[in-house]
């Protein structure tokens, strides 16, 4: 790790583990971007940027501006001026002209990192990071742009953002501002992105890069499950363990926008940053704006690199929860078991009956407060209802701690229903716009939490409960996107502000709620996984992945979140069958291990599921128990995924130290006469010798392997009988 500047070749060398970013300042006044890939440790220098050869410049390429402009590659590239490519930042006059030009005036190098004021970012010490801060001035209208990178000891990624500092005389507008931009040299690059929607978050699409402008995006007020704020350029044959990838991962909750756009000279431009639909932001006089933090990754050992080195980066640098490294209680949650019919005692049966199996902790879903029996009613009414919960939350939360369980509550902060005590006193808190009914999503609103006195009323809600009782967990949701976009406060020429100050607002909640209860296990959802992103990460160790609890469709969406995200982030539980969402059946062998590559824990009436089933739960816990510090805190490598076989998937999860390995092996569809697989495994120690644990059936010894053997030759998997059938490997270094 280390940030150079060669002051007699002006170029600013940012160097990590295995990558190089390199940046030149041209003439003294425009800042380029050189390099970004696998490490060199001499650069050729500005030579590579060619800027006498576009038309017309090859006099004075500096007062030839346009010209020079339409194809020198900014290291954020501004509109109005000439550079007509995907466009970093667009400032607007007072007199609503575009255009302004940024040129090089200062900047400065040193350890650590600094936080983003009111933004989830990651994190550093003194020791572990370093940061370049180069600030780029925009005369005319007296803004300064300053554009930051930090880089962390043993890690391939860095952090970027950028904050805007209106230091000139008069009001500007910002109509855009990204956060990091990429400038590549095409190599036939194709873009992998994810897309999906409810209950089929983050599935994996690779598409080529053709001229032109290629997007991933959401305007719906959350990162969504049809996007997601993360693209990446790799080359054609990148695969799992070799080949280029450049990835860019937006920390940010809200709107986005991340471009590529294939030039004339056949030259990539990556942008990512927060997306300018219904985006304007006013900046008086003094000032400031920050762009939200952009992680980018450069692997040239294929796309697991990339994974494990966000999950490292995520692991050490991002995620803040106490629990992060802990294990976490195995709870059971009793959506999928009760929906909204339940009252005390059938909680206190379900306590009971999963306290005797193992389970650690008690959550209780929707429903609990106002007068809640469907979803048509009561959000805001944050108070018990006594009809269902006589003893109250208080009551109810004694009794499930002497039965032996924690604690844990939903709560569904940020929405109104029209059918609340909260709506008919406070319409306006409401998010519309005047004379035009908002639209409902699943018969709610969205509160207009940038206003403080709303803000106060959820937070106070959501805290006051927690005050009154022991409780150790909160599942935060939010089900519907954003529509109908108006607010009282911000109107006129700030209501273009209103989806990111919502983001800050919420972000606000968050920072305030785990102060205050800083022992408290929050997990974030939006309808599943709707805003499993970075910047909700910040806030909480762990995100409920998916409504969609069926262990094979979990495959392909644990597959995609795990592509950026820790294991350990993943909410993944064990529910009932047929499953509530695509009503197939799986084995609840194989429903524990795919819910044991996440938080693992439980989502099924434990009293009523079929007996075999429960008599099945203490060694699923057992095996929670087992393996949850190797799933936890290893690395994670993708072995095979149904999607491309079509009939089994399989991952494993290597200690850091290579000691210990467990691999996960699905066979989704069983085949006839078919030969056992033989599956390779990745991350191992060659020369260590490997002891494969028998699998606890009759009297078999346990195998050993060489671990190059393992990695090259294989081993066989067992041949197993029915679709949706599954074995853990569980090996262990001699
Ligand atoms: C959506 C969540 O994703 C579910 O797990 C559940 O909490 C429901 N909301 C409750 O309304």
Known sequence: MAIIFDESRHLFMIGTENTSYIMAITA??????????????????????????LAFVDRDFIGEKGSFGDGYPFEFGSAGIGDFRESCIEIMNENGQIGAEFIYRSHRIFDGKPGLKGLPATFANENDAQ??????????????????????????????????????????????????????????????????SWARERAISRTPIGYGRHSTFTTRGISSHQSHPFYAVLGKDTGEDSGEIYGMHFVYSGNFEGVVERTQHDELRMTM?????????????????????????????????????????????????????KK??????????TYFDFNMDKLLDIARCAKEQGIEMLVMDDGWFGKRNSDNCSLGDWKVNTEKLPEGIEGLVKRVNEIGLEFGIWF???????????????????????????????????????????????????????????????KWDMNRPMTDVGSILYKGDTAGEFYHRYVLALYDLQERLT????????????????????????????????????AIERLTIQRGTAMLYPLSSIG?????????????????????????????????????IPEDDRKMIPAQVA????????????????????????????????????????????????????????????????????????????????????????????????????????????????
Request: with cysteine; glycine share 8%; charged share 25%.
């Open 273 to 325: 940053g927060i997306n300018s639909y219904n985006f304007r932001w006013k900046m008086e006089p003094g000032e400031e704006f920050i762009a939200p933090e952009v992680i980018t990754v450069y692997s040239c050992e294929g796309i697991g690199k990339m994974t494990r080195t966000l999950h490292d980066l995520y692991r050490t640098h991002l995620i803040r929860s106490k629990y992060l490294h």
């Open 515 to 550: 102060s205050e209860f800083p022992d408290l296990l929050l997990e974030n959802c939006t309808s599943g996984g709707g805003r499993f992103d970075p910047g909700m990460l910040y806030y909480s160790p762990q995100i409920w992945a998916s409504d969609d609890t069926d």
């Open 412 to 474: 569904e902060p940020e929405m109104v229903s029209p059918d609340s005590d909260l709506y008919r006193a406070h319409p306006d808190y409401a998010i519309a716009i005047p004379g035009r009914e908002a639209a409902q999503v699943r018969s709610q609103y969205v509160l207009d939490i940038t206003r403080d006195e709303v803000r106060d009323y959820v937070y106070e809600s959501v805290a006051n409960i927690l005050r009154s009782a022991n409780i150790r967990y909160v």
């Open 623 to 734: 095996m929670y128990h087992k393996y949850n510090d190797l799933v936890r805190e290893g690395d994670y490598y993708r072995i095979a995924n149904i999607c491309d076989t079509n009939e089994f998937d399989a991952w494993m999860v290597t200690s850091k130290d290579k000691k210990e390995a467990l691999v996960t092996y699905i066979q989704v569809r069983g085949a006839a006469n078919i030969r056992s697989r033989i599956i390779t495994l990745k991350g191992l120690d060659p020369d260590a010798v490997y002891v494969l644990e028998n699998s606890g059936e009759g009297d078999a010894p346990c195998k050993e392997f060489y671990g190059d053997e393992l990695m090259n030759i294989g081993f066989v998997t067992d041949k197993i009988w029915g679709d949706g059938s599954g074995r853990l490997y569980h090996f262990t270094a001699k």
């Open 131 to 196: 940061t370049l801060e180069i600030t780029l001035m925009g005369e005319v209208l007296g803004i300064d742009l300053i554009l930051s990178y930090s880089v962390f000891e043993g890690s391939d990624a860095i952090a970027r953002h950028v904050r805007v500092v209106n230091n000139g005389g008069s009001t500007v507008y910002l109509n855009k501002i990204n956060s990091a931009c990429i400038e590549l040299n095409n190599k036939d690059y194709e873009m992998l992105t994810m897309y999906g």
């Open 572 to 608: 993944a539980h064990v529910s009932d069958c047929p499953n509530h969402i695509v009503g197939r059946s799986t084995s609840f062998e194989t429903r524990g291990y795919v819910a044991l590559a996440g938080t693992f824990g439980y989502e099924l009436d434990v009293t009523r």
């Open 28 to 53: 003294g006044k425009y800042l380029g971007h050189i390099y970004y890939g696998r490490k060199v440790n001499k650069p050729a220098g500005e030579a590579i940027l060619r800027v006498k050869e």
């Open 328 to 337: 976490r209680p195995i709870l059971l949650n009793n959506w999928e078991a």
